[in-house]
Nanobody, 123 residues
């Protein structure tokens, strides 16, 4: 079992920045990819970013590319999502998740999920 505890988030005005963190514990040896997803009310959960745990290789959704940065700290077992130039459409509950698949992008491919963190961006 893998436990993921999220921190960060909150409210910010458009153009501002927020940083999310995801701390992983438990049997993390089978984790190959850590992803961030978000879900707005009435919307489907969508992929935001992912990082390959071993090498740190990153990927981003087009909607956040150039604004968000994902990083992982293997020593601390944490994955962060730095969100800059935030837009109102970024408002959602953000989730971190782990996958046993090397380069998972679909939510269905992720096994364990954090509790979710609200991010609200006001215009």
């Amino acid at each position: 079992q893998v436990q993921l505890v999220q921190s960060g988030g909150g409210s910010v005005q458009a153009g501002g920045s927020l940083r999310l963190s995801c701390a992983c514990s438990g049997r993390t040896f089978s984790t190959y990819t850590v992803g961030w997803f978000r879900q707005a009310p009435g919307k489907e959960r969508e992929f935001v970013s992912r990082v390959r745990w071993s090498e740190g290789t990153t990927g981003y959704a087009d909607s956040v590319k150039g604004r968000f940065t994902i990083s992982r700290d293997k020593a601390k077992n944490t994955v962060d999502l730095q969100m800059n130039s935030l837009k109102p459409e970024d408002t959602a509950v953000y989730y971190c998740a782990t996958s046993r698949i090397f380069w998972a992008i679909r939510a269905l491919e992720y096994d364990y999920w954090g509790q979710g963190t609200q991010v609200t961006v006001s215009s």
